[in-house]
């Protein structure tokens, strides 16, 4: 039987799965002795990236000199929607409360239900991020007692969960939780509610009230401490019952690439609990580091941080060993990068795939290599036999199968992989 294979490296072959295919006509008979073409559509992985740039775009807005969220200029974004949605595949979209509530009663649900439509309407699956989290909480918060805090944030996991049901089932439930207790940086009324429940208190306020609003959400622990701290904490998360759909790891390598060794190590120690991992917020830089002595990577601000060609070189090299390090793992099921393009890029860092000016860096060409090249069965013409049958072996994710001027699509995914299946051809091609 003729066959359609991708091959991969010996560390990379837990991302395949492959299915015998009988391909049929419109009237049911298998097509017999024809040449099909074949050709992957979509990624079961979620290569994602923020979204936040496009937030004006998609709301028509000619300028972001009063956007909530930063991001790109309009003018600047726009030229990043194809490079965007022809790499990224998973986007996800600022709800930080200050923002998407800076005056209480008037949530910017609108503009970001516009986006998230925008969004899907361009072939990527919505992530908010987050529902709960101690910095760029709301100023009118403060001086509120912690009875009606607690209150307060119930109803707005409630109402955004709600609201964007169908839109935006992926969150960020909480974030950052291993410091939230005992952080001192900035006056906000989430700390003292975080102290008097305790973190495994304020976790379960925002899992199981986000839970309650969507029994279908999908919910993620996010945390930036890849200490000890972060292991207990999940570990006692789910000692007390709580259901973490996933676990979110950040990785802003403002400081220096973590390297692949102590990659490995972060995702072996995490993926003993035996759920999915999310790297929720990587970055690498395109330009000087982050002095190593810096603590809190927003204590470094500079008047300018620019990309430089080494550092465009680095960080392509970086990018490429990053992701085939991350997808090389099982438990990896996410990666999301932390920024398209440097212009509105947070802190100012060289971090996108795109410069201020729109024009695409090295980085992106590696990564899109990697994710639509050696990662991707592109269309490839395979005949079927006598009854109508071929075998096909790829990434897993979506594909079409095309005849005669039919087309079918087909899911190559790890329940299905080698078992048999009839892909049924229609008039036209589908989107």
């Not at 987050?130 to 009875?147: D, I, M, N, Q």
């Not at 000692?239 to 220096?256: N, P, R, T």
């Not at 390090?325 to 795109?354: K, Q």
């Not at 009854?387 to 005849?403: E, H, I, K, N, P």
Request: aromatic share 10%; net charge negative.
């Amino acid at each position: 039987m003729n066959t359609v294979s991708l091959s991969l490296p010996t560390h990379l072959r837990h991302r395949l799965a492959e299915r015998t295919l009988t391909v049929t006509g419109p009237d049911g008979a298998p097509l017999a002795d024809t040449d099909v073409v074949v050709e992957q559509t979509r990624h079961e992985f979620a290569f994602g990236n923020i979204a936040f740039d496009f937030v004006p775009l998609a709301n028509g807005e000619t300028s972001n000199a009063g956007s909530l969220f930063g991001g790109a200029r309009p003018q600047a974004a726009a030229q990043l929607v194809e490079p965007f949605f022809d790499l990224f595949n998973f986007a996800t979209l600022p709800f930080y409360w200050g923002s998407f509530e800076p005056e209480e009663g008037h949530p910017q649900t609108r503009r970001l239900a516009n986006t998230a439509r925008w969004v899907r309407e361009h072939g990527a699956v919505v992530k908010g991020h987050p529902l709960a989290w101690h910095t760029v909480a709301p100023k009118w918060l403060l001086g509120r007692s912690l009875e009606e805090t607690e209150r307060l944030l119930r109803d707005r996991i409630t109402r955004e969960v709600t609201d964007f049901r169908g839109l935006v089932d992926m969150w960020d439930a909480i974030n950052e939780v291993v410091i939230m207790p005992v952080f001192t940086a900035e006056d906000n009324a989430i700390t003292p509610l975080a102290r008097k429940l305790g973190r495994v208190g304020i976790v379960k306020l925002a899992f199981e009230t986000a839970r309650a609003a969507n029994p279908d959400v999908f919910l993620l622990l996010n945390d930036f401490n890849m200490s000890p701290k972060y292991e207990q904490l999940i570990e006692d998360c789910l000692e007390a019952g709580i259901k973490i759909d996933a676990l979110g790891l950040q990785s802003h390598m403002h400081q220096g690439y973590w390297g692949e060794e102590r990659t490995l190590e972060v995702l072996e120690r995490f993926s003993r609990f035996g759920l999915p991992i999310h790297f929720t917020e990587s970055t690498l830089l395109s330009g000087h580091l982050m002095p190593p002595e810096i603590v809190d990577l927003n204590d470094y601000q500079v008047p300018s941080w620019p990309s430089t060609p080494e550092g465009e070189e680095r960080q392509a090299d970086e990018i490429r060993r990053h992701y085939t390090t991350l997808v090389s793992h099982p438990a990896v099921e996410a990666i999301t990068y932390w920024g398209m393009s440097d212009d509105g890029a947070w802190l100012g860092a060289p971090v996108g795939f795109a410069r201020a000016d729109g024009t695409l860096k090295p980085s992106y060409a590696a990564l899109h290599d990697l994710v639509k090249g050696e990662w991707w069965t592109s269309a490839t013409t395979v005949r079927t036999d006598a009854a109508g049958r071929f075998d096909l072996t790829g990434f897993r994710g979506t594909y079409r199968v095309s005849a005669v001027g039919l087309s079918g699509d087909v899911v190559l995914d790890a329940a299905s992989s080698g078992t048999e299946a009839a892909v049924a051809l229609r008039g036209g091609c589908a989107d």
